[in-house]
């Protein structure tokens, strides 16, 4: 068995434990953050897609539409 007392060990695993949990706290914090952005990024790409399927759907009528009507 150790020489050292069990108080010491057990302040030390209770010091080792606190510095995980603060770490692991850090590590949540930014991942929120990356969460945040990645929505942010997604939402910007829906719009992107919809602006694009837009323009291509109004070109396509407007070529129809010239197409039909051309004398």
Do not use: C
């Not at 069990?6 to 914090?29: F, P």
């Not at 952005?37 to 010239?66: P, Q």
Request: proline fraction near 1%; charged fraction near 25%; glycine fraction near 6%.
């Amino acid at each position: 068995m150790s020489s050292v007392p069990l108080e010491i060990r057990m302040g030390r695993l209770e010091g080792a434990y606190e510095q995980i949990s603060k770490r692991l706290d850090s590590i949540d914090a930014r991942l929120d953050r990356l969460d945040a952005k990645i929505d942010a990024l997604h939402l910007e790409v829906t719009t992107n897609f919809r602006w694009l399927v837009g323009m291509i759907f109004g070109t396509w009528v407007t070529t129809i539409l010239a197409i039909f009507f051309h004398r």
